[in-house]
Protein backbone atom coordinates (compact mmCIF):
# COMPACT_ATOMS: atom_id res chain seq x y z
CA UNK A 1 0.00 0.00 0.00
CA UNK A 2 1.77 3.07 -0.46
CA UNK A 3 0.01 6.83 1.35
CA UNK A 4 -0.11 9.22 -0.89
CA UNK A 5 -0.99 11.91 1.98
CA UNK A 6 -1.23 12.24 5.67
CA UNK A 7 -3.53 13.11 8.36
CA UNK A 8 -6.55 11.18 9.32
CA UNK A 9 -8.04 10.53 6.22
CA UNK A 10 -5.49 9.39 3.96
CA UNK A 11 -5.68 8.96 0.34
CA UNK A 12 -3.73 5.60 -0.77
CA UNK A 13 -3.02 3.78 -3.26
CA UNK A 14 -3.48 -0.48 -2.64
CA UNK A 15 -1.74 -3.16 -5.20
CA UNK A 16 -3.04 -3.21 -8.20
CA UNK A 17 -3.09 0.72 -8.56
CA UNK A 18 -6.75 0.83 -7.19
CA UNK A 19 -6.82 4.16 -5.27
CA UNK A 20 -8.91 3.89 -2.04
CA UNK A 21 -8.84 5.92 1.26
CA UNK A 22 -7.13 5.01 4.72
CA UNK A 23 -8.87 6.22 7.88
CA UNK A 24 -6.28 6.55 10.84
CA UNK A 25 -7.89 8.95 13.44
CA UNK A 26 -9.39 7.45 16.03
CA UNK A 27 -12.57 9.29 16.19
CA UNK A 28 -12.90 9.09 12.05
CA UNK A 29 -12.60 5.24 12.57
CA UNK A 30 -15.40 4.88 15.16
CA UNK A 31 -17.50 7.32 12.45
CA UNK A 32 -16.95 5.22 9.45
CA UNK A 33 -17.80 2.33 11.13
CA UNK A 34 -20.92 3.60 12.44
CA UNK A 35 -21.89 5.01 8.78
CA UNK A 36 -24.66 3.22 7.09
CA UNK A 37 -23.37 5.20 3.39
CA UNK A 38 -20.61 2.98 3.88
CA UNK A 39 -21.67 -0.47 2.36
CA UNK A 40 -19.83 -3.85 2.72
CA UNK A 41 -21.54 -4.77 -1.01
CA UNK A 42 -19.55 -3.03 -4.25
CA UNK A 43 -21.56 -3.82 -7.12
CA UNK A 44 -18.25 -5.10 -9.81
CA UNK A 45 -16.31 -5.41 -7.05
CA UNK A 46 -13.14 -7.50 -8.97
CA UNK A 47 -11.79 -10.19 -6.35
CA UNK A 48 -8.88 -11.88 -8.55
CA UNK A 49 -9.15 -14.75 -10.70
CA UNK A 50 -11.76 -16.73 -8.99
CA UNK A 51 -15.11 -18.02 -10.78
CA UNK A 52 -18.57 -16.77 -9.60
CA UNK A 53 -19.06 -20.15 -7.71
CA UNK A 54 -16.50 -19.52 -5.70
CA UNK A 55 -17.37 -16.31 -5.11
CA UNK A 56 -21.30 -16.76 -4.35
CA UNK A 57 -19.86 -19.48 -1.97
CA UNK A 58 -17.95 -17.69 0.37
CA UNK A 59 -18.82 -13.91 -0.51
CA UNK A 60 -22.29 -14.38 1.43
CA UNK A 61 -21.91 -14.13 4.72
CA UNK A 62 -22.94 -11.36 7.25
CA UNK A 63 -19.16 -9.23 6.90
CA UNK A 64 -19.97 -9.03 3.33
CA UNK A 65 -23.50 -7.84 3.83
CA UNK A 66 -25.67 -4.59 4.85
CA UNK A 67 -28.82 -4.99 6.52
CA UNK A 68 -31.91 -6.58 6.30
CA UNK A 69 -29.74 -9.45 4.92
CA UNK A 70 -26.68 -8.72 7.48
CA UNK A 71 -28.96 -9.10 10.49
CA UNK A 72 -30.80 -12.30 9.17
CA UNK A 73 -27.68 -13.49 9.25
CA UNK A 74 -26.28 -12.29 12.07
CA UNK A 75 -29.29 -13.57 14.09
CA UNK A 76 -28.92 -17.31 13.52
CA UNK A 77 -25.99 -17.35 15.17
CA UNK A 78 -25.29 -14.67 17.38
CA UNK A 79 -27.62 -16.79 20.21
CA UNK A 80 -24.47 -19.17 20.38
CA UNK A 81 -21.98 -16.60 20.61
CA UNK A 82 -23.12 -14.31 23.99
CA UNK A 83 -21.10 -14.28 26.80
CA UNK A 84 -23.23 -16.85 28.45
CA UNK A 85 -22.63 -19.52 25.99
CA UNK A 86 -19.54 -18.90 25.75
CA UNK A 87 -18.61 -19.31 29.52
CA UNK A 88 -20.05 -22.48 29.41
CA UNK A 89 -17.01 -23.65 27.03
CA UNK A 90 -14.96 -22.67 29.77
CA UNK A 91 -14.24 -26.07 31.03
CA UNK A 92 -13.77 -27.53 28.01
CA UNK A 93 -11.11 -24.95 26.82
CA UNK A 94 -9.50 -25.12 29.91
CA UNK A 95 -8.86 -29.07 29.29
CA UNK A 96 -8.05 -28.53 25.80
CA UNK A 97 -4.82 -25.74 26.99
CA UNK A 98 -4.29 -28.10 29.67
CA UNK A 99 -3.63 -30.94 27.46
CA UNK A 100 -1.65 -28.69 25.35
CA UNK A 101 0.71 -27.56 27.90
CA UNK A 102 1.11 -31.01 29.48
CA UNK A 103 2.47 -31.66 25.79
CA UNK A 104 5.12 -29.26 26.75
CA UNK A 105 6.06 -29.68 29.60
CA UNK A 106 9.80 -31.15 29.90
CA UNK A 107 10.56 -29.61 26.70
CA UNK A 108 13.19 -27.20 26.61
CA UNK A 109 11.91 -24.95 24.03
CA UNK A 110 8.76 -24.90 21.81
CA UNK A 111 7.40 -22.48 19.26
CA UNK A 112 4.36 -21.05 21.38
CA UNK A 113 2.65 -20.49 17.84
CA UNK A 114 2.71 -24.50 16.52
CA UNK A 115 2.14 -25.42 19.99
CA UNK A 116 -0.03 -23.64 21.53
CA UNK A 117 -1.52 -20.24 20.15
CA UNK A 118 -2.22 -22.08 16.97
CA UNK A 119 -3.84 -25.27 18.53
CA UNK A 120 -5.66 -23.74 21.21
CA UNK A 121 -8.67 -21.57 18.97
CA UNK A 122 -8.66 -24.11 16.88
CA UNK A 123 -9.49 -26.65 18.08
CA UNK A 124 -12.12 -24.82 20.34
CA UNK A 125 -13.76 -23.67 16.29
CA UNK A 126 -13.63 -27.03 15.31
CA UNK A 127 -15.47 -28.50 18.32
CA UNK A 128 -17.87 -25.55 18.19
CA UNK A 129 -18.72 -25.99 14.57
CA UNK A 130 -18.44 -29.45 14.56
CA UNK A 131 -15.39 -30.04 12.21
CA UNK A 132 -12.88 -33.20 12.63
CA UNK A 133 -9.95 -31.34 14.05
CA UNK A 134 -7.66 -34.00 12.48
CA UNK A 135 -8.42 -31.92 9.19
CA UNK A 136 -7.02 -28.88 11.30
CA UNK A 137 -3.27 -29.11 9.70
CA UNK A 138 -5.26 -29.01 6.20
CA UNK A 139 -7.60 -25.76 6.76
CA UNK A 140 -4.62 -24.17 8.31
CA UNK A 141 -2.64 -24.26 4.89
CA UNK A 142 -6.01 -22.97 3.03
CA UNK A 143 -6.87 -20.31 5.36
CA UNK A 144 -3.22 -19.08 5.83
CA UNK A 145 -3.46 -18.78 1.72
CA UNK A 146 -6.75 -16.99 2.10
CA UNK A 147 -5.63 -13.99 4.57
CA UNK A 148 -2.23 -13.74 3.19
CA UNK A 149 -2.46 -11.13 1.15
CA UNK A 150 -0.36 -10.82 -2.39
CA UNK A 151 2.27 -12.17 -1.07
CA UNK A 152 -0.18 -15.82 -1.83
CA UNK A 153 -1.93 -14.38 -5.05
CA UNK A 154 -0.94 -17.46 -6.93
CA UNK A 155 -2.41 -20.15 -4.39
CA UNK A 156 -5.52 -17.92 -3.93
CA UNK A 157 -7.91 -19.43 -6.37
CA UNK A 158 -6.82 -23.23 -5.55
CA UNK A 159 -6.63 -22.61 -1.72
CA UNK A 160 -10.40 -20.85 -1.98
CA UNK A 161 -11.66 -24.02 -3.94
CA UNK A 162 -10.56 -26.55 -1.77
CA UNK A 163 -11.92 -25.07 1.31
CA UNK A 164 -15.54 -24.87 -0.94
CA UNK A 165 -15.15 -28.54 -1.96
CA UNK A 166 -14.45 -29.19 1.55
CA UNK A 167 -17.19 -27.45 3.00
CA UNK A 168 -19.75 -28.41 1.00
CA UNK A 169 -18.37 -32.15 1.96
CA UNK A 170 -19.21 -31.44 5.30
CA UNK A 171 -22.45 -30.30 4.85
CA UNK A 172 -23.07 -33.14 2.77
CA UNK A 173 -21.86 -35.81 5.55
CA UNK A 174 -23.56 -33.61 8.60
CA UNK A 175 -27.16 -33.14 6.76
CA UNK A 176 -27.02 -37.44 7.09
CA UNK A 177 -26.13 -37.37 10.36
CA UNK A 178 -26.67 -34.36 12.13
CA UNK A 179 -24.97 -33.75 15.52
CA UNK A 180 -25.64 -31.09 18.57
CA UNK A 181 -23.37 -28.46 16.64
CA UNK A 182 -23.28 -25.17 14.91
CA UNK A 183 -22.72 -26.76 11.46
CA UNK A 184 -25.83 -29.05 12.12
CA UNK A 185 -28.02 -26.08 13.94
CA UNK A 186 -27.14 -23.91 10.66
CA UNK A 187 -28.05 -26.58 8.13
CA UNK A 188 -31.55 -26.81 9.98
CA UNK A 189 -31.97 -23.34 9.47
CA UNK A 190 -31.29 -23.81 5.75
CA UNK A 191 -33.56 -26.90 5.12
CA UNK A 192 -36.43 -27.01 7.17
CA UNK A 193 -36.96 -23.46 7.83
CA UNK A 194 -35.37 -21.88 5.07
CA UNK A 195 -33.64 -18.98 6.84
CA UNK A 196 -30.55 -18.81 4.38
CA UNK A 197 -29.61 -19.73 1.03
CA UNK A 198 -26.90 -22.49 0.31
CA UNK A 199 -24.36 -20.01 -0.60
CA UNK A 200 -24.96 -18.15 2.84
CA UNK A 201 -24.66 -21.34 4.38
CA UNK A 202 -21.31 -22.04 2.76
CA UNK A 203 -19.96 -18.75 3.20
CA UNK A 204 -20.99 -18.43 7.09
CA UNK A 205 -18.93 -21.86 7.82
CA UNK A 206 -15.95 -20.39 5.71
CA UNK A 207 -16.14 -16.70 7.45
CA UNK A 208 -16.44 -18.84 10.96
CA UNK A 209 -13.63 -21.04 9.55
CA UNK A 210 -11.48 -18.45 8.90
CA UNK A 211 -12.66 -15.61 11.77
CA UNK A 212 -11.87 -18.24 14.37
CA UNK A 213 -9.04 -19.50 12.59
CA UNK A 214 -6.57 -16.24 12.19
CA UNK A 215 -7.40 -14.22 14.70
CA UNK A 216 -7.10 -15.77 18.18
CA UNK A 217 -4.19 -17.45 17.47
CA UNK A 218 -2.09 -14.00 17.29
CA UNK A 219 -3.92 -12.28 20.58
CA UNK A 220 -2.52 -14.84 21.93
CA UNK A 221 0.88 -14.94 19.74
CA UNK A 222 1.14 -10.92 20.24
CA UNK A 223 0.52 -10.92 23.61
CA UNK A 224 2.94 -13.47 24.74
CA UNK A 225 5.36 -11.53 22.34
CA UNK A 226 4.74 -8.00 24.37
CA UNK A 227 5.32 -9.65 27.69
CA UNK A 228 8.44 -11.29 26.69
CA UNK A 229 9.80 -8.62 24.80
CA UNK A 230 10.16 -7.02 28.06
CA UNK A 231 10.45 -9.27 30.86
CA UNK A 232 9.51 -7.05 33.49
CA UNK A 233 5.79 -7.17 32.22
CA UNK A 234 5.68 -10.95 32.24
CA UNK A 235 6.92 -10.85 35.86
CA UNK A 236 4.24 -8.10 36.67
CA UNK A 237 1.50 -10.47 35.28
CA UNK A 238 2.73 -13.38 37.22
CA UNK A 239 2.60 -11.95 40.50
CA UNK A 240 -0.75 -9.62 40.03
CA UNK A 241 -3.32 -11.62 38.02
CA UNK A 242 -5.87 -9.59 38.36
CA UNK A 243 -4.62 -7.30 35.65
CA UNK A 244 -5.16 -9.98 33.30
CA UNK A 245 -7.90 -8.88 31.85
CA UNK A 246 -6.72 -5.20 31.52
CA UNK A 247 -3.52 -6.75 29.65
CA UNK A 248 -5.75 -8.97 27.37
CA UNK A 249 -7.41 -5.12 26.24
CA UNK A 250 -3.82 -3.44 26.14
CA UNK A 251 -2.69 -6.59 23.60
CA UNK A 252 -6.00 -6.31 21.33
CA UNK A 253 -5.03 -2.32 20.99
CA UNK A 254 -1.06 -2.06 20.72
CA UNK A 255 -0.73 -5.66 18.79
CA UNK A 256 -4.27 -6.55 17.76
CA UNK A 257 -4.81 -9.00 15.12
CA UNK A 258 -6.92 -7.78 12.73
CA UNK A 259 -4.98 -3.85 11.44
CA UNK A 260 -7.04 -3.17 9.30
CA UNK A 261 -11.19 -3.29 8.86
CA UNK A 262 -12.64 -5.38 5.75
CA UNK A 263 -13.05 -2.84 2.91
CA UNK A 264 -16.09 -1.08 2.85
CA UNK A 265 -17.29 1.40 -0.10
CA UNK A 266 -19.07 4.62 -0.32
CA UNK A 267 -22.51 4.32 -1.95
CA UNK A 268 -23.16 8.65 -1.91
CA UNK A 269 -20.74 11.46 -1.94
CA UNK A 270 -19.63 11.82 1.53
CA UNK A 271 -17.12 13.40 4.14
CA UNK A 272 -15.22 11.43 6.64
CA UNK A 273 -13.56 13.66 9.04
CA UNK A 274 -14.51 17.16 7.04
CA UNK A 275 -12.47 15.39 3.84
CA UNK A 276 -15.30 15.01 0.94
CA UNK A 277 -15.00 11.18 -0.36
CA UNK A 278 -17.01 10.55 -4.10
CA UNK A 279 -19.34 7.98 -4.23
CA UNK A 280 -17.85 4.61 -4.82
CA UNK A 281 -14.91 5.34 -2.70
CA UNK A 282 -13.06 2.40 -1.28
CA UNK A 283 -12.32 3.10 2.58
CA UNK A 284 -10.31 1.21 4.50
CA UNK A 285 -10.40 1.67 8.42
CA UNK A 286 -6.73 1.53 9.74
CA UNK A 287 -7.88 -0.07 13.44
CA UNK A 288 -4.19 -0.37 14.51
CA UNK A 289 -3.54 3.26 13.74
CA UNK A 290 -7.03 4.58 15.30
CA UNK A 291 -5.90 2.34 18.40
CA UNK A 292 -2.34 4.20 18.63
CA UNK A 293 -3.80 7.56 18.22
CA UNK A 294 -2.10 10.22 20.91
CA UNK A 295 -5.51 12.34 20.51
CA UNK A 296 -7.64 9.21 22.37
CA UNK A 297 -5.03 7.06 24.23
CA UNK A 298 -2.61 8.75 27.35
CA UNK A 299 1.10 7.28 26.29
CA UNK A 300 -0.39 5.76 22.93
CA UNK A 301 2.70 4.47 21.66
CA UNK A 302 3.59 2.53 25.38
CA UNK A 303 2.08 -0.70 26.36
CA UNK A 304 0.43 -0.30 29.73
CA UNK A 305 -0.79 -3.62 31.60
CA UNK A 306 -3.09 -0.73 34.03
CA UNK A 307 -4.72 1.22 31.30
CA UNK A 308 -8.21 1.57 32.31
CA UNK A 309 -9.92 3.50 30.00
CA UNK A 310 -9.60 1.51 26.81
CA UNK A 311 -11.81 1.59 24.43
CA UNK A 312 -9.66 0.27 21.82
CA UNK A 313 -10.95 -0.79 18.48
CA UNK A 314 -9.70 -4.14 17.99
CA UNK A 315 -13.07 -6.13 17.77
CA UNK A 316 -14.20 -3.35 14.99
CA UNK A 317 -17.21 -1.45 16.15
CA UNK A 318 -20.89 -0.92 15.21
CA UNK A 319 -23.09 -3.73 13.73
CA UNK A 320 -20.03 -5.53 12.59
CA UNK A 321 -18.66 -5.58 15.61
CA UNK A 322 -16.75 -9.03 16.09
CA UNK A 323 -19.30 -11.93 17.08
CA UNK A 324 -16.81 -14.09 18.41
CA UNK A 325 -15.37 -11.30 20.84
CA UNK A 326 -16.14 -13.01 24.47
CA UNK A 327 -14.77 -16.08 22.75
CA UNK A 328 -11.40 -14.94 22.17
CA UNK A 329 -11.37 -12.95 25.18
CA UNK A 330 -12.26 -15.98 27.32
CA UNK A 331 -9.63 -18.34 25.26
CA UNK A 332 -7.02 -15.66 25.71
CA UNK A 333 -7.71 -15.22 29.16
CA UNK A 334 -7.40 -19.43 29.94
CA UNK A 335 -4.28 -18.97 27.43
CA UNK A 336 -2.34 -16.87 29.43
CA UNK A 337 -3.04 -18.23 33.21
CA UNK A 338 -1.96 -21.69 31.74
CA UNK A 339 1.34 -20.04 30.02
CA UNK A 340 2.05 -18.04 33.55
CA UNK A 341 1.67 -21.00 35.65
CA UNK A 342 2.95 -23.54 34.12
CA UNK A 343 5.65 -21.73 32.81
CA UNK A 344 6.84 -18.71 34.75
CA UNK A 345 10.74 -18.94 34.20
CA UNK A 346 9.35 -18.27 30.01
CA UNK A 347 11.56 -16.21 28.03
CA UNK A 348 12.26 -15.31 24.26
CA UNK A 349 14.39 -17.82 22.67
CA UNK A 350 16.36 -14.57 20.24
CA UNK A 351 15.50 -11.21 20.19
CA UNK A 352 12.45 -9.49 19.37
CA UNK A 353 14.33 -8.29 16.08
CA UNK A 354 14.77 -11.86 14.70
CA UNK A 355 10.97 -11.96 14.77
CA UNK A 356 9.04 -12.38 11.26
CA UNK A 357 5.55 -10.78 11.00
CA UNK A 358 3.58 -13.06 8.55
CA UNK A 359 2.33 -10.63 5.49
CA UNK A 360 -0.82 -9.25 4.16
CA UNK A 361 -2.64 -5.81 5.20
CA UNK A 362 -5.21 -7.75 7.25
CA UNK A 363 -3.88 -8.94 9.78
CA UNK A 364 -1.25 -8.59 12.29
CA UNK A 365 0.63 -11.67 13.24
CA UNK A 366 4.15 -14.00 13.53
CA UNK A 367 5.61 -16.49 11.94
CA UNK A 368 7.04 -18.56 14.76
CA UNK A 369 7.34 -17.49 18.48
CA UNK A 370 10.78 -19.07 19.67
CA UNK A 371 10.71 -19.43 23.75
CA UNK A 372 12.66 -21.35 26.31
CA UNK A 373 10.39 -23.09 28.53
C1 LIG B 1 -8.71 -11.87 19.07
C2 LIG B 1 -9.44 -12.41 18.16
C3 LIG B 1 -10.33 -11.64 17.23
C4 LIG B 1 -10.21 -10.36 16.76
C5 LIG B 1 -9.13 -9.34 17.07
C6 LIG B 1 -11.34 -10.13 15.88
C7 LIG B 1 -11.57 -8.94 15.24
C8 LIG B 1 -12.68 -8.67 14.45
C9 LIG B 1 -12.93 -7.41 13.81
C10 LIG B 1 -12.03 -6.20 13.83
C11 LIG B 1 -14.12 -7.52 13.15
C12 LIG B 1 -14.82 -6.43 12.33
C13 LIG B 1 -14.27 -6.37 10.93
C14 LIG B 1 -14.86 -5.26 10.11
O1 LIG B 1 -15.73 -4.50 10.59
O2 LIG B 1 -14.46 -5.13 8.95
C15 LIG B 1 -14.62 -8.85 13.38
C16 LIG B 1 -15.79 -9.34 12.89
C17 LIG B 1 -16.20 -10.65 13.07
N1 LIG B 1 -15.58 -11.62 13.86
FE1 LIG B 1 -13.90 -11.41 14.94
N2 LIG B 1 -12.09 -11.25 15.83
C18 LIG B 1 -11.53 -12.20 16.65
C19 LIG B 1 -11.99 -13.47 16.91
C20 LIG B 1 -13.14 -14.00 16.38
C21 LIG B 1 -13.62 -15.32 16.65
C22 LIG B 1 -12.97 -16.35 17.59
C23 LIG B 1 -14.77 -15.46 15.96
C24 LIG B 1 -15.70 -16.63 15.94
C25 LIG B 1 -15.68 -17.63 15.30
C26 LIG B 1 -15.01 -14.23 15.22
C27 LIG B 1 -16.05 -13.98 14.39
C28 LIG B 1 -16.31 -12.78 13.75
C29 LIG B 1 -17.44 -12.56 12.87
C30 LIG B 1 -18.49 -13.59 12.48
C31 LIG B 1 -17.37 -11.22 12.43
C32 LIG B 1 -18.34 -10.51 11.50
C33 LIG B 1 -19.41 -9.82 12.32
C34 LIG B 1 -20.40 -9.05 11.46
O3 LIG B 1 -20.18 -8.83 10.27
O4 LIG B 1 -21.45 -8.69 12.02
N3 LIG B 1 -13.99 -13.36 15.52
N4 LIG B 1 -13.72 -9.54 14.19
Redesign the pocket.
Known amino acids: MTQVDRGPIREIEIPGGTRAWLVTGYDEARQA?NDPRLSKTAPGLRVGPLGDDIREATFRH??AADPPD?TRL?RLVSAAFTARRIEALRPRIQQISDDLLDGLAGEKRADLIDSYAFPL?IQV?CELLGLPDEDRDTFRSWTNVIVGGPAYREQLPSAMRDLVAYTRELLAQRRERPGEDLLSGLIAARDDQDRLSEDELTSMVF??LI??HE??VN?IGNGAMLLLADRSRWERLETDRDLLPAAIEEF?RYE???AY??SRFTTEPMEIGGRPLPAGASVFVG?AEANRDPGRFADAADVDLTREQNPHL???HG??Y???AP??RLEAQIAFTGLLDRFPQMRLDGTVDELQWRPGMLLRGLFHLPVTL
Open positions: LMLHRPILLAGTTLLGPVATLGFGIHCLGLA
